[in-house]
Each structure stands twice: as C-alpha cells, then as structure tokens.
C-alpha cells in the first residue's frame, strides 16, 4: 500500500469519526436537556409527604430514586464527554503503527492498526483502529517482521508479522511514513528524541521499546523492581504501565486505586500531562514528606529530605556534623527497626506517657489515671485495641464531668453572652422536650453551652489525642536500654532527644516516628491502594521503603530508580533497588539503553557512572560535552551569560544551570539576575517554564533540558567520592548539550572520561 491508499484509509476512518461524533453529540445534546429538565423539576417529581411515619419512608424513597436518576444520567454525561475528547484527539492523529499479520495456522492476513484508542466500523464489526494497550498490539512493541507472539487471556497466538509501518499523521494528514526492518521505532524514534526538551513530559505510546514494553504489561509481579540508567524511560514507561492497568482492569480499578510517590512537587506537575494526553484520568500522587506529614502532629515541623541533603552537602563545619551523618545512617537501617519493636514490645508492660485532659485549665482526667487504667487492661490486648479501649472509658468520664458541669456557674454567664439568634434556636428546639418542665427552657441551654466546650475534648479522645507520641519516643532515647545498638549510641541520642525537645524531625527520624506512632495507635494500612508506583526510589532509605511496605500490606508494587543517581548518603545501605533475594512473584527488569542524552553526553558520562551497569546510548549525535577553563573568578558571570546566549541562539529552549547544592544556586542567581532573564528553582516551585533557569541537583531529579550548564566543575567542589552520584545525575540531566565550567582544576570524574569524549576550552 503506498502513502496514497494510506491517506484513503485515514480520510475513510476519520469520515467514520466524524459520524461517531455527531451520534455522541445528539446523545450528549439529550442528556444534558434532560439532566437540566431533571434538575427543575426535582421537587414536582418527587413525591413529599410527612404526614404519617410510612409517608416520610415513602419520601425518602422517592427523593433517592430521584437522586439517582440525576447522578446516572450526569454520570453518562461525564462519560460521553470523555469519549467525545478521545474521538477528537483521534481525529486529528487516528492511529502511529500498523502491522499485517498472519495468524497460524493458514488464516488470512488481517491488517491491525495502532492508535491511543480503539475505533470499529460502521457495524460495529470489525475494528479500524485497535488500542495499543489491546493484546495483539503488543506484537507492534515487541517485534519485527518475521515470526511473532502475543498472548492473551485464552493462550499464546503465534504466526508471522509480514509488515510493520510506522506513522506520524497530523491534522488527519500523512507527515510522515516508514517501513521498519530488524529495529524497532528508530527513524520515528530519532524524531522524537530530536526535539527540544518540553516543560510537561510527552507520553512515549508510538515508540514504546520492547524492554519497556515488559514493564508496562507485566501482570504477574507484586513486586516489579526497575533498575535503569539515567534517561532509560523509567518515569516513562511507569506512566504507560499506569495507563494500560486502567485498560486492563478497567472494571475493577478506578484512578483511585493507584497511587504515585513521585520525588518533588515540581515532577509531579511535569508528569502531570502524559496520562490527560493517553485518554485517562490522572491518579493521586504524592511526595513522601507530604505523605508523612498526613500522620504526624500538626504542632511538630518535619525537616524536608532537601533541607537533610542541604544539610550535608554544605554545613560541614557544624559542630554536630558528624553525629547528624551516624545519624542518618542509623536511622536509616531495619537495624533501627528492629530496636524500635523491641521498644513497642516492651511498651506493652509499662512505659507509654499520655497526656492530661483538661478543661478550663484544670485537669479534668490526670495522665497518671489514663496510664494506670490502660495498664490494668488485658496485656495480651494489642496495645492500639487497649488505646481503643481507653478511648471508650474516657469518652464515659468525659460524660459524667459534663453533666456535673451543667450546674457550673460559668455556665450561667455564657448563656447569658449568648447572641439572640442563638437563644431563639435554643428556645425552639426546647420546645420539643417534656412539656410540663417548667425549667426545661434553661436545661436545654445548659446541656447545649456544656455540649459546645465538651465537643474539641471529645473529638481529641475519639483521635487518641491523649497519648504522648513524642514524649514516649523521646525516652527511647532518654531511658531505653538496649543489648544490641550502634556503637554512637549516645550521641546518636543526646542529638534525636536535643532535636525532639524542640519539637523538631529530622527527615531521618520521620518515617521511623510515624511507624512508631502506628504502632501504638493502630496501623492505618491503606487498602483503597491496589496499585503503588515509586519513582526515584534509590533515594528512599532502607527504612522508609520498609515503612511503606507496611503500609501498603496487600498492594502490588513497581519501583523505579538508578542506583547511579542515589544522591542521599544512605543511597548504599540496602538500597530497595537491589533486594537481596526476590521472592517468588516479584520481578527485577533492568533497562541499558539511554535516550535523553545524545550519544556524545552519555559516552562521556558512562565513565564516571558511579554503578557497575552496563549504559547503552542511543545513536543520536551531537555536540561533545564542553569543558570551559575560567581564567579568573570574576568571568563566571560573564562566561555564564554568553555560554546560554549561544545556546539560545542555537534554538535550545529549556538551560539549566544545575548547582551542586541550593547555596551556590542562589549565589549563582544572585549573580546573573541583573545581566539575563533567569528564574530561580526552590523546593516549593510547582511548574517551570521555558528559558533559563538555576537549581540544585536534587530538585532537578526526573527531568530533562536541552543544555544543561555546570557553573562548577572543579576539583574542590566535586572533591568527595560521595559527590559522584550528584555529579552524575546533574550531567545526564541534559538532552542536547552539556557544559561544565571550572575555575581551576576540573574534578576527578571528569579527569577519569576519556579526554576524547569533550571538548576543552
Ligand atoms: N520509547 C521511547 N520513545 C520515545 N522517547 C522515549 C522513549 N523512552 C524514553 N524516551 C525519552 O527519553 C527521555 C528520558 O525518559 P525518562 O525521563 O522516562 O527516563 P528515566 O529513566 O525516568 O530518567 P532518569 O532516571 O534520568 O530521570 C524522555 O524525553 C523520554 O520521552
């Protein structure tokens, strides 16, 4: 079929859009009149009658079956909405891949196109174009002409791909065309990755690689671990995974059931667009701290883990420097698990502080009474079910202490600061009660005032607001006793206990308190996630993976990350990305192949790649990586600026001057906001536009620019082994272009690239 007949195909299948279209658009034009129809006359059609007790049911039924009719028909609305968008969307670009296959044994050749959504025919017969999350696509991403399989829910078909085409269509029109032999996607490919970088990730459906097509089909792990290097389409594919499970399962899972800890709030929005662009709807996300941040007291501050990587990348000469790192280490270990469930263990017998209830500054229910009543309950009872437990006993103090209360002075006045409006409400309420009371008028408005100030105490015991988490984790540190600890044990513990006094976190000491608080009040496992995806999970801790896990019990999991790029000083301390051994339905797929970067970056980088996996590159040229000499201070700012007007010049949209911590980011803004427009990118930057702009390394993790620029490459600022995951992850950053600048000697990693793969300046 040459690119003629191809154009008749598409102008027959957009005609059969088009038809789709206007039936949906009736359907949607009747929906929505009767929706407003329903809406008006809601109250005629409903039949209300208090009279008796049977007439109140009977309205109450006829109100919901009327509710339901209306949610129905807004919900179908929702639905046709969607489909329309989809439709429109395959209008302008019906399909990108098409293959002709020959089932086994002797069946005919059937033409298979390939789009981001499913079209039939006129009958409803036969499809015209085919999801490319349908079985038979995979046959697209996962081979080349000759012999192919696909599997499916009834078994494994075989048979032969006689061809595979490859489209760009725009605007219904052909733009592009190819035929592809023994590789996959490389012409359409090098199209893709040749464009300038975009500020919202673009969705990878057309290209997607064999290697990343196992990630996002895979069924069968609870566990599917991916090991990639930098640029090898993790994010991307997880992205594509997350769609095809919402096809795959769209009767069971809904956007809800899936959720995404993502590294910070400015990748969330970056990847903010890809599922929109796919036809789903996007899922929950989160980051880890804001995740923490749900379960812990409002009244405690959480370092963030850029304010700890701040921290150790820059305050060297504290004098708590190196317990803050024995620290870090320590609690990021099960070791320290470990030790905390001894402690809870030992919680069960004795130890647990709580907290005074108090009203009106006096005691109203002493912590020594909370303390012995919960531990003159059953000690084979789990200790959240005793808090349970207490809860319901201090809830029937709390009564008791109310009525009492009723009869109070105080309580005389407030009623009598009572507003009108007020009093009148309370007068007509009281009307209801025993009639012939003649002072039930004045009981009524005490009960309320009473009722009114119990109300906070009450929600606080009902939220077991009574136990003292921090002070009971504080004096694991202060008094707990324990055979097996580290060797720094205490200075480890003067350090948390001086930190907890202030009612300050350390992001090291975050998740282990929020384990320890679940512990203790009952484990809010969450069983609304099926489906949890982390990406950059090399930065999580040992601890905080485990933590996690715990919360998420019955949830099936893919994790993403690069050991190469753990940037976190507990990166090496058992690193969730290299389990030490997988159990039986989890999975580990390792991807090699680099796309981001032009062939010449990643050549250089994979020098210094901190980890021993193998780095592919994808054939995309480009320049070298540049490495500018500065001969005095003073020329950074003006090297800077002209460096990124050249780049400018040369068409690239998105620079980034990546800086080894926010200090010199700041220093770097500092100097050059007067000379060119540049922007600044801090922890709490939600989006990001195109131009010029400057970073720490860690905020830059997950995404992507045309020309990255390193304002400092030098020997003293990159001095220590443990820079060469930050230093990495800067450099492979960059899409098109990478510059490095130093003042004087270039730092080790780079001296270690062969001197071939950059250009000296
Ligand atoms: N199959 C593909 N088709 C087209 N583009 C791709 C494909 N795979 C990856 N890319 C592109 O390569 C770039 C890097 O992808 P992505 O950000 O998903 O990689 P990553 O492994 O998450 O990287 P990192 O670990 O460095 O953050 C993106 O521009 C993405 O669009």
Redesign the pocket.
């Known amino acids: 079929m040459n690119r003629e007949t191809e154009q008749h195909r598409i102008n027959d299948v957009i005609r059969e859009i088009d038809y789709k279209k206007n039936k949906l658009y009736s359907k949607a034009t009747e929906l929505k009149e009767s929706i407003i129809g329903l809406r008006k006359n809601f109250w005629e059609d409903v039949t209300v009658n208090l009279d008796e007790p049977d007439d109140v049911i009977e309205t109450q039924a006829s109100l919901k079956q009327q509710a339901e009719l209306l949610s129905e028909r807004e919900r179908f609305h929702g639905k046709v909405g969607e489909e329309l968008k989809t439709l429109n969307k395959l209008k302008d670009s019906p399909y990108f891949g098409r293959i002709d296959f020959i089932e086994n044994p002797g069946n005919e050749e059937e033409q298979i196109y390939i789009g981001i959504a499913s079209l039939m025919d006129h009958n409803e017969e036969n499809f015209l174009i085919y999801d490319w999350r349908a079985p038979i696509s995979s046959l697209y991403y996962d081979y080349s002409p000759g012999k192919a399989q696909y599997e499916t829910m009834q078994g494994t078909i075989t048979g032969e791909m006689t061809l595979k085409r490859q489209f760009i269509i725009r605007h219904g029109l052909i733009e592009g065309m190819f035929d592809t032999g023994v590789t996959i996607?490389d012409q359409l490919?090098q199209q893709?990755?040749g464009n300038n970088?975009s500020t919202a990730?673009?969705s990878?459906v057309a290209?997607?690689?064999k290697e990343?097509n196992k990630i996002i089909r895979n069924e069968r792990s609870s566990l599917l671990i991916v090991q990639?290097?930098?640029?090898?389409?993790?994010?991307?594919?997880v992205l594509q995974r997350i769609a095809y499970l919402m096809y795959r399962f769209r009767e069971k899972l809904t956007a809800n059931n899936l959720l995404l800890f993502s590294p910070n709030p400015l990748f969330s929005s970056y990847i903010s667009n890809v599922l929109p662009e796919l036809g789903e709807t996007n899922i929950n996300q989160t980051t880890l701290l804001d995740f923490l941040k749900k379960g812990i007291e409002n009244d405690i501050r959480i370092e963030s883990p850029f304010e700890q990587i701040e921290y150790t990348l820059t305050k060297m000469d504290s004098k708590d420097y190196a317990v803050r790192l024995k620290n870090i280490d320590f609690k990021s270990r099960l070791d320290f698990k470990h030790m905390l469930d001894e402690y809870i263990s030992r919680l069960k017998y004795g130890g647990i502080r709580f907290k005074n209830l108090t009203f009106r500054k006096q005691i109203l229910i002493s912590k020594e009474q909370i303390r012995d009543y919960f531990y003159s309950l059953d000690q084979e009872i789990a200790i959240p079910n005793r808090m349970e437990l207490v809860s319901k006993w201090l809830l029937k103090e709390i009564y008791k202490q109310q009525k009492a209360e009723k009869k109070k002075d105080w309580v005389t006045e407030k009623i009598e600061l009572l507003d009108k409006e007020d009093y009148m409400k309370a007068y007509y309420k009281s009307q209801k009660e025993d009639e012939d009371d003649p002072d039930r008028e004045e009981k009524f408005l005490r009960s309320e005032v009473v009722n009114k100030y119990f109300s906070p105490i009450k929600r606080r015991v009902k939220q077991l607001e009574f136990v003292h988490i921090l002070a009971t984790y504080r004096e694991l540190f202060t008094k707990g006793e324990f055979e097996e600890k580290p060797e720094d044990w205490k200075e480890i513990s003067v350090h948390t206990e001086a930190n907890l006094s202030h009612k300050f976190l350390t992001w090291e000491d975050a998740a282990p308190y929020s384990y320890f608080k679940d512990r203790l009040l009952g484990n809010h496992t969450n069983q609304s996630v099926r489906h949890l995806f982390i990406?950059?999970v090399q930065d999580y801790s040992a601890f905080q993976f485990a933590y996690i896990k715990y919360i998420f019990p019955y949830t099936r999991m893919t994790i993403?990350?690069?050991v190469n790029?753990g940037i976190y000083t507990y990166a090496t301390t058992a690193n969730p990305l290299i389990p030490e051994e997988l159990e039986k339905n989890q999975e580990r797929i390792t991807?090699t192949k680099s796309?981001?970067s032009t062939k010449q970056i990643v050549e250089f980088t994979k020098y210094f790649a901190p980890g021993k996996e193998l780095i592919e590159p994808f054939e995309r040229e480009g320049e070298k990586p540049k490495l500018i000499t500065l001969s005095n201070k003073a020329d950074i700012a003006e090297t800077l600026s002209a460096n990124v007007k050249e780049l400018l010049d040369k068409g690239y949209e998105t620079i980034a001057i990546i800086c080894k911590t926010l200090q010199e980011s700041t220093m770097i803004y500092h100097l050059l906001q007067h000379k060119i427009s540049v922007k600044q990118i801090n922890e709490q930057t939600y989006s990001f536009e195109k131009g010029l702009l400057v970073l720490p390394v860690y905020l830059a993790?997950?995404?992507?620019f045309d020309a990255v620029i390193i304002p400092n490459a030098s020997k003293q600022h990159y001095a220590l082994e443990s820079d060469r995951t930050l230093f990495y992850t800067a450099c492979?950053?960059a899409?098109h272009m990478l510059v490095m600048m130093t003042e004087d000697e270039p730092c080790t990693f780079i001296e270690q690239a062969a001197r071939e793969t950059f250009e000296l300046l």
């Open positions: 996607g490919l893709a990755l970088a990730m673009k990878i290209t997607i690689q990343q990639g290097v930098a640029g090898s389409g993790k994010t991307s594919a990406d950059e993403l990350g690069d790029q991807l796309y981001r993790k997950g995404i992507e492979s950053r899409m």
